[in-house]
C-alpha cells in the first residue's frame, strides 16, 4: 500500500490516544500509558468493564467516533470479530492511525480468519488508513510515553528505534536496550503487516530523527525488491542491524541448476542484508552486543586498538579474540614506551600493549590517567581501547570505578575512539553476583559498551568497526 | 542489434517447442551473442558434421551429448574430452552414441556438441536463480567439492554493483585457493569479478530467464572462460 506519510506519523507519533476494548482487571494498555503526555481516552461499551476505566479518571466513550478532537491513534484490543466494526469508526472518525492487538487473523491459517483480515485491510486501503499489525503488540514512542510494556522508559532523548515482527522481541530488545543504558526512541512491533508492511517502516525510519540508529527483528518480507531498495537507503543513512528469524537451511526446490538448490533462505537472506549494508545478527545478546557498541562508541574505521587487561593471562585472551575478530594489536611508538617505562609497575606486569595492568592501575588511579595520555598521543592507536574493568571492591568504593570511567570517557572524547569494557568472569570479576551486576550496570548507566566476554566485546566492535569502514568508502 | 536477435531466436525457438530448459549449444550461443566468455559449442548432428565442426574449431575439443531428457551427461556416457583427430571424433561419436542408447534407451538425442578444450583452471561456479522474496540473485562458489559439499558459495540481489561482486568474489571461505595455494597460480579475481557483473547486467536485460549455471568456469591467472552453461527459461505465463 502507498501509506499516507502524514498520516503515519500521526499515528506513530500521536498527541491523542484512543484504546478500545481494554479489560480489567488489569486495563494493560491504559496501564502501560500512565506515563502518556497526550489525551488519553478509552472507547469500551462493556458494562463490567467500564467503572475501572472511570475509575482511573480515563474518560470512556462507546465509540471512536464519539472521542471529543482529532485523535491520532487508535489501540484496538477487541475480539476479532468486533476489529471491522472499529476499523469503520476509526476510518469515519479520521484518525491518524490504528494499532491493532487483536489477533486470530490470517496467521491462524483458518478461511474464516482470513477473510475477516481482507475485510480490514481492504477498509483500511481504500481510506487510506495506516494499520499497525494486526496481531502485534503496536507502538513504543519513548518521548511521548506511549508504551506496549509498562517496563519502556518515558523521557527525552534517543539512540535507536525498533521494528519487530514479533512483539516478544520487539519488547527483549527495547528493554535489554534499555538495561544496557540505550535509550529507545520507538520501537515498532509489525505483526502481521498487511497493510503498513516492513518497508513502509523502512521508508519512514530513513528520515526519523528518533531512530539515529536501527535495529530490526524480521522474518520474511511482504515486497522483497522494495524491502532491499529501502533498507539499501537506510544503511547508506544510519547503521542498521537485522537479526532474521526463522531461516531454513533446506535446498530451495526442485531446481534445474545447482545455483537453484544451493539458493536456501538462508544463504540469500545472508547476502541480501551484507549487501544492503546493514549488519546480520543472529540472536539477542548478539543484537544487543552490536546496538551497545554502535550507541555508546564513536564511529570509527580504526583498526589498531589498545588492549588493557588485569593479569598476564587474560592480556593473553583478550589479545587472541581482537586479533581473531580482525584487529591490530600493533606495538607502541618508542616514545610511548619510554614514558610507560618511567611508571609502569613491570613485575608482574607489562605495557608492550597488550597492557598487563593490575599492578600499575588497581589502587593508582592516576596511572590509569597516564596510560591513557599515552595512548590518545600514540598514532599506532587508531581503533580504541578494550579494558578489563574489576567489580572487586565496588560495593565499598564504588567512587573507584566511577573515577576510572570519567578518565575513559575523557580518552574518548579527546580521541573520538571507542572505548570498550569487559567485564568477563574470572579475571578481575569477582565478589557477589548483585556486586557483580551492580558494577556492570553502572558502567552501562555511564554510557560505555559493556561485555561479558572478550569474544562478544571483540566481534560487536568489529562489525562496527567494518560497517564504518564501508559508511566512509562511500 | 545482432545480439538480441540470437537471444530472441533461441528463446523464442525452445518456448514454441514447449521448453524451458534451453541445450547447453543454446545456452553458449546465447551467452555468446550476450557477451559472456564461455568456451564456442556447435551442435553436430551426426558423425562428418562432428569431424568438419572439429577441423574448424582446431584439437583438442570436447564432446558432449545433446539431449532434452538427459540432465547429467556425464553419467550416461554423454562427456568425452581430449579428442585430438578426426578418427578419434568419429570413433568416439559412434561409441557415444551406442552407450547413451543403450543406458537411457528412450532419450531423445539432438546430437552432440562439439567444442574446443579449454586448458584446466580452478573451477570455479557462476550462477544466477529466482528467488521468491527478492528476485533474480546471483551465486559465485568455487567448483566440486567445495559447491557440492560444503555449500561454500555467496548470494547478492540482481543487480550487483562492483563493491558487490567483489565481496562475493572473497566472501567465500576457500579464497585462498583462489588466491592461489603452494606456489600454484591463483585466479585473476578480476576476471570473476566482470564476469559475475555481466551476467548481472544479462539476467536485467533478459527477465525471461530464471536460472542460469555456468558450471564450471576456468579462473586462470589472467583471465576467465564457462566451459559449461545452463540456461532454464520461466514458464511462458510466468514472465
New interface residues.
Given amino acids: 500500500m502507498a501509506v499516507d506519510r502524514n498520516r503515519l506519523e500521526r499515528a506513530l507519533n500521536p498527541k491523542s490516544v484512543v484504546v478500545v476494548g481494554d479489560k480489567g482487571p488489569g486495563y494493560m494498555w491504559l496501564s502501560n500509558m500512565s506515563e502518556y503526555t497526550g489525551a488519553l481516552y478509552s472507547v469500551q461499551v462493556d458494562p463490567n468493564e467500564i467503572p475501572g476505566i472511570e475509575e482511573k479518571n480515563i474518560p470512556n466513550f462507546s465509540s471512536v467516533t464519539e472521542v471529543p478532537g482529532e485523535v491520532d491513534l487508535v489501540v484496538c484490543a477487541v475480539p476479532r470479530q468486533i476489529a471491522p466494526i472499529i476499523i469503520g469508526q476509526a476510518i469515519e472518525k479520521q484518525v491518524g492511525g490504528v494499532s491493532m492487538f487483536t489477533s486470530g487473523f490470517a496467521e491462524t491459517g483458518e478461511p474464516d480468519a482470513i477473510e475477516l483480515q481482507k475485510k480490514i485491510v481492504d477498509a483500511c486501503v481504500e481510506s487510506g488508513m495506516p494499520l499497525v499489525g494486526p496481531n502485534c503488540m503496536g507502538i513504543y514512542n519513548r518521548e511521548l510515553g506511549v508504551k506496549f510494556s509498562n517496563q519502556q522508559e518515558q523521557g527525552s532523548g534517543s539512540d535507536l528505534g525498533v521494528i519487530s515482527q514479533s512483539g516478544t522481541h520487539g519488547i527483549g530488545i527495547s528493554l535489554g536496550s534499555q538495561r544496557l543504558g540505550m535509550k529507545v526512541g520507538r520501537t515498532i512491533s509489525i505483526g502481521n503487516a498487511v497493510v503498513c508492511n516492513e518497508s513502509d517502516y523502512v521508508e519512514y525510519l530513513i528520515d526519523d530523527e528518533k531512530s539515529p540508529i536501527v535495529a530490526m527483528y524480521l522474518e520474511?518480507?511482504k515486497d522483497?525488491?522494495r524491502f532491499?531498495s529501502a533498507l539499501k537507503k537506510l544503511a547508506q543513512k544510519k547503521p542498521v542491524v537485522i537479526w532474521r528469524g526463522g531461516g531454513t537451511d533446506a535446498g530451495?526446490r526442485a531446481?534445474?541448476?545447482?545455483?537453484?538448490s544451493?539458493?536456501t533462505?538462508t544463504?540469500?537472506w545472508?547476502?541480501?542484508i551484507?549487501?544492503s549494508g546493514a549488519i546480520p545478527t543472529e540472536s539477542l545478546e548478539d543484537t544487543l552486543d552490536v546496538l551497545a557498541a554502535l550507541v555508546h562508541a564513536p564511529a570509527c574505521a580504526g583498526l589498531g586498538t589498545a588492549l588493557v587487561a588485569m593479569t598476564g593471562g587474560q592480556s593473553v585472551a583478550i589479545t587472541d579474540q581482537f586479533q581473531r575478530a580482525g584487529f591490530d594489536v600493533p606495538e607502541l611508538s618508542q616514545k610511548s614506551y619510554d614514558i610507560l617505562g618511567e611508571f609502569f609497575v613491570t613485575i608482574g606486569g607489562s605495557y608492550r600493549n597488550p597492557f598487563d595492568a593490575a599492578s600499575t592501575i588497581r589502587s593508582e588511579t592516576e596511572n590509569l590517567e597516564k596510560i591513557l595520555e599515552v595512548l590518545a598521543e600514540d598514532s599506532n592507536i587508531d581503533g580504541g581501547v578494550a579494558i578489563e574493568l574489576t567489580t572487586a571492591g565496588f560495593d565499598k568504593e564504588p567512587e573507584r570505578l566511577a573515577a576510572q570511567l570519567d578518565l575513559l570517557a575523557e580518552y574518548r572524547t579527546k580521541t573520538n575512539q571507542p572505548v570498550v569494557a569487559m567485564m568477563p568472569e574470572g579475571g578481575a570479576v569477582s565478589g557477589q553476583t548483585e556486586v557483580v551486576i551492580a558494577a556492570r550496570t553502572a558502567v552501562s548507566a555511564a554510557g560505555f559498551p559493556v561485555y561479558p566476554s572478550f569474544r562478544r566485546g571483540a566481534e560487536a566492535l568489529a562489525r562496527t568497526q567494518d560497517y564504518w569502514s564501508w559508511r566512509y568508502s562511500l | 542489434m545482432t545480439s538480441l536477435t540470437v537471444t530472441d531466436t533461441i528463446i523464442t525457438q525452445a518456448r514454441s517447442e514447449g521448453r524451458?530448459?534451453l541445450s547447453e549449444v543454446e545456452s553458449k550461443n546465447l551467452l555468446v551473442a550476450e557477451g559472456i566468455s564461455v568456451t564456442d559449442a556447435q551442435l553436430a548432428r551426426d558423425a562428418t558434421e562432428a569431424v568438419s565442426f572439429a577441423e574448424s574449431l582446431g584439437y583438442p575439443v570436447v564432446m558432449k551429448i545433446i539431449s532434452p531428457d538427459i540432465?547429467h551427461k556425464s553419467d550416461v556416457g554423454g562427456v568425452v574430452v581430449g579428442l585430438t583427430d578426426s578418427d578419434q571424433v568419429k570413433s568416439g561419436y559412434d561409441e557415444m552414441m551406442r552407450k547413451v542408447s543403450s543406458v537411457a534407451s528412450t532419450a531423445k538425442i539432438d546430437g552432440v556438441s562439439i567444442q574446443s578444450m579449454a586448458k584446466p583452471g580452478i573451477e570455479v561456479?557462476i550462477?544466477?536463480?529466482?528467488?521468491p522474496?527478492?528476485?533474480p540473485?546471483m551465486?559465485f562458489?568455487l567448483g566440486g567439492v567445495f559447491?557440492e559439499v560444503l555449500?561454500d558459495?555467496?548470494?547478492?540481489?540482481v543487480p550487483l554493483e562492483p563493491r558487490?561482486a567483489k565481496?562475493?568474489v572473497r566472501?567465500i571461505k576457500a579464497l585462498p585457493i583462489l588466491e592461489g595455494v603452494r606456489g600454484q597460480d591463483g585466479a585473476d579475481l578480476q576476471a570473476l569479478e566482470s564476469l559475475l557483473l555481466s551476467v548481472s547486467e544479462l539476467i536485467e536485460r533478459r527477465p525471461e530467464i530464471a536460472?542460469?549455471?555456468l558450471?564450471p568456469v576456468f579462473a586462470y591467472s589472467d583471465g576467465a572462460i564457462a566451459v559449461d552453461a545452463?540456461i532454464?527459461l520461466h514458464s511462458q505465463d510466468g514472465v
Fill in positions: 520474511g518480507v522483497g525488491p532491499f530451495a531446481a534445474h541448476s545447482h545455483t537453484a544451493l539458493a533462505d544463504a540469500v545472508d547476502g541480501m551484507r549487501q | 524451458s530448459l540432465a561456479i550462477g544466477a536463480t529466482t528467488d522474496q527478492f528476485g540473485v551465486m562458489g559447491v555449500k558459495v555467496s548470494f547478492r540481489v558487490d565481496q562475493m566472501e536460472e542460469l549455471d558450471n545452463r532454464v
